[in-house]
């Protein structure tokens, strides 16, 4: 349900914007507070989403889902995409971008959420928490630092300036290969700095980075219907299993099982299901 003044306390705290994104059948709700959110609220969490609005499309599963509080700050428009799909890849468009989130907006009941996910997706949000945060882990998604866009709103890679210092504070970061345009010394860079970094690689799964060691971890062959949002998917898994068991290969492997049956089915549609979860469980074990 829409909150505007939250009391209870949450579990996973998501901060960043909802979007519109426009696909050939119609608009549909995104972003990745949105598959995020839904994603640990089926993991068993009390969720938190602090975001800013426009109102443009109903809030959907967010909106009548029980466990899931949004805070939604007003803005003219909702962050908008468009994705033009071409031999070889994408070309990514945004169209209108909703209010900037400030961090001293976040309610202080969820300051204290044990998990802190900031998963920006068009420079909407400070990289760098403020005073009276005390998350047990935070993570990062840092895709919406790493874009910008030109004057037609074609979307492109940038310079993240505040990138050392962010990784720096986080327990982990998740970022697609797609992200940093597959510059692999960029990715090295920010494993050296990031305590935990994991990188998705679509259809191959993910690589992880830890103390110095990397690993691989293969995504069992699906038939891909949509893969938007499987790395949001991935990320809130990933995030929970390093809180529960401490062990990031381990949350590694669950995230990218989990994750791969997110791209059987359209937009959030792929959110998991219990009977995913128990299998991916079964199989991790």
């Given at each position: 349900?829409?909150?505007?003044?939250?009391?209870?306390?949450?579990?996973?705290?998501?901060?960043?914007?909802?979007?519109?994104?426009?696909?050939?059948?119609?608009?549909?709700?995104?972003?990745?507070?949105?598959?995020?959110?839904l994603?640990?609220?089926?993991?068993?969490?009390?969720v938190?989403?602090?975001?800013?609005?426009?109102g443009e499309?109903?809030?959907?599963?967010?909106a009548?889902?029980?466990?899931?509080?949004?805070?939604?700050?007003?803005?003219?428009?909702?962050?908008?995409?468009?994705?033009?799909y071409?031999?070889?890849?994408?070309?990514?468009?945004?169209?209108q971008?909703?209010?900037?989130?400030?961090?001293?907006?976040?309610?202080?009941?969820?300051?204290?959420?044990?998990?802190?996910?900031?998963?920006?997706?068009?420079?909407?949000?400070?990289?760098?928490?403020?005073?009276?945060?005390?998350?047990?882990?935070?993570?990062?998604?840092?895709?919406?630092?790493?874009?910008?866009?030109?004057?037609?709103?074609?979307?492109?890679?940038?310079?993240?300036?505040?990138?050392?210092?962010?990784?720096?504070?986080?327990?982990?970061?998740?970022?697609?290969s797609?992200?940093?345009?597959?510059?692999?010394?960029?990715?090295?860079?920010?494993?050296l700095?990031?305590?935990?970094?994991?990188?998705?690689?679509?259809?191959?799964?993910?690589?992880?980075?830890?103390?110095?060691?990397?690993?691989?971890?293969?995504?069992?062959?699906?038939?891909?219907?949509?893969?938007?949002?499987?790395?949001?998917?991935?990320?809130?898994?990933?995030?929970?299993?390093?809180?529960?068991?401490?062990?990031?290969?381990?949350?590694?492997?669950?995230?990218?099982?989990?994750?791969?049956?997110?791209?059987t089915?359209?937009?959030?549609?792929?959110?998991?299901t219990?009977?995913?979860?128990q299998?991916?469980?079964?199989?991790?074990?």
């Amino acid at each position: 349900m829409l909150n505007l003044v939250p009391t209870e306390a949450v579990d996973y705290l998501v901060i960043g914007h909802l979007s519109q994104d426009l696909t050939p059948k119609g608009s549909r709700l995104g972003g990745t507070a949105a598959y995020s959110a839904l994603t640990a609220r089926a993991l068993g969490l009390r969720v938190g989403v602090v975001t800013a609005w426009g109102g443009e499309l109903p809030l959907g599963p967010l909106a009548g889902t029980d466990g899931i509080t949004l805070f939604a700050l007003p803005s003219p428009h909702t962050t908008t995409f468009e994705n033009v799909y071409i031999p070889g890849g994408r070309i990514q468009y945004i169209h209108q971008i909703a209010a900037p989130i400030d961090l001293e907006h976040v309610p202080p009941e969820w300051r204290r959420a044990p998990i802190l996910h900031l998963g920006p997706i068009a420079q909407e949000v400070s990289p760098l928490l403020g005073e009276g945060f005390s998350p047990a882990l935070l993570g990062l998604t840092p895709q919406g630092w790493l874009r910008t866009w030109d004057g037609d709103g074609r979307v492109i890679p940038c310079a993240w300036p505040e990138a050392q210092t962010a990784l720096s504070k986080a327990a982990a970061a998740v970022i697609s290969s797609e992200d940093v345009g597959g510059d692999e010394d960029q990715i090295e860079a920010m494993a050296l700095t990031c305590r935990v970094l994991a990188v998705t690689e679509g259809p191959a799964g993910a690589r992880l980075y830890w103390n110095g060691d990397s690993r691989r971890f293969r995504a069992p062959a699906m038939p891909e219907v949509d893969a938007t949002g499987a790395g949001d998917i991935f990320a809130a898994t990933f995030f929970f299993r390093m809180y529960t068991t401490r062990d990031p290969w381990e949350a590694a492997r669950f995230a990218t099982r989990l994750a791969s049956y997110s791209v059987t089915r359209p937009g959030l549609e792929g959110i998991p299901t219990q009977e995913e979860i128990q299998t991916c469980l079964v199989e991790v074990f």
